[in-house]
């Protein structure tokens, strides 16, 4: 059987034309830019119009990407889609996106690790690639979290934004692939800690969407050791370091994180993307919009050594080496 490399085509995004800052969320809570500041990092957020669909957002960023690669929709035959707030119960997100594109074959379905969902999205979809079953995949990580938000309760709704980020991978033989594609990826959950970071409504539970609780101090105290955790055994099993990747690409939820995650690791602070001062935390499409952001900058480059890593409700946590 032929080794098979997921490589990166293309890479795409989207945000929805609301920007909501720091002040003017002061108008609806009692908070201000400087106590969001000081202790996340972040100074504005996009939220989705009424109209607005994750779906819609998923699909401007696969078009986005789609275009970056060079490539149309029928050129693909797999979409695995990252989303905590679908358009509905079912069927599933990554359908309407199918169909949104005119794509009539292959498969098409969401999957949900709530923040992690974009690194889960990226072993799924590696994994049916090196197996030969499917040749070209849409990883998409798409969001409505402003939907889910308490809007009276300022502890959460300062921190999280609306937006999609989509990847295009391409199984190519090891051979021909030049050293390219997705390394490893490192995949790990504890539902012991369910009730630190979830929804208080659901289907089965209470037949309502709900909203987010967070038990924030907890989040933080947990995610700089999980991450941790993730990298160092993308690094042991690649024999790559701190040293010797180009470019950390977290996902982007509160910049302490960000920067305490790489301090313990040794990454020094140059190779690390942050966007999350823009984007605030939009849950799975954090990683591919920086991915996007960084990548249309031109610090991504052919060849570059991209670590990726996320930890989310559940918790879930996991990380992706990928060799642009």
């Known amino acids: 059987m032929t080794d098979i490399r997921s490589v990166v085509r293309g890479v795409g995004s989207y945000l929805p034309a609301r920007a909501l800052t720091n002040a003017d969320l002061a108008q609806i809570v009692d908070t201000s830019d400087e106590w969001i500041v000081q202790r996340t990092g972040i100074r504005e957020r996009h939220i989705a119009a009424d109209n607005e669909l994750t779906s819609d957002l998923a699909l401007h960023a696969a078009r986005a990407a789609l275009a970056d690669a060079g490539m149309d929709a029928g050129d693909i035959d797999l979409i695995v889609l990252a989303t905590s707030t679908p358009d509905n119960t079912f069927p599933a997100t990554a359908v309407s996106v199918q169909a949104g594109l005119g794509i009539t074959r292959g498969a098409a379905f969401d999957l949900q690790a709530v923040c992690s969902g974009f690194v889960f999205a990226v072993a799924t979809a590696d994994s049916f690639l090196k197996s030969g079953a499917f040749k070209r995949a849409l990883v998409i990580g798409a969001e409505t979290f402003s939907r889910i938000l308490d809007w009276s309760d300022r502890t959460t709704c300062v921190l999280f934004g609306d937006g999609a980020g989509a990847l295009v991978l391409e199984g190519v033989a090891a051979q021909d692939a030049g050293g390219r594609g997705v390394l490893t990826t490192h995949l790990r959950s504890d539902g012991r800690h369910k009730n630190k ?119 879930t946590w996991g990380s992706a080496l990928i060799r642009w």
């Not at 987010?212 to 050791?225: D, K, N, P, S, T």
């Not at 602070?269 to 990548?295: C, F, M, Q, W, Y």
């Open 197 to 315: 970071l979830y929804v208080d409504g659901g289907v089965s539970s209470t037949k309502t969407v709900g909203f987010l609780r967070m038990e924030g101090r907890e989040v933080f105290r947990h995610a700089v050791g999980m991450i941790t955790d993730v990298i160092v055994d993308a690094f042991e099993a690649t024999g790559e370091s701190a040293q010797t990747i180009d470019w950390f690409v977290p996902h982007q939820a509160n910049r302490r994180i960000i920067d305490a995650s790489a301090a313990k690791l040794g990454i020094a602070s140059e190779k690390v993307v942050v966007t999350v001062d823009r984007h605030g935390n939009t849950s799975a499409a954090s990683i591919p919009l920086a991915l996007a952001t960084a990548h249309a900058d031109g610090r991504i480059k052919t060849g570059d050594l991209v670590l990726l890593e996320a930890m989310g409700g559940g918790f």
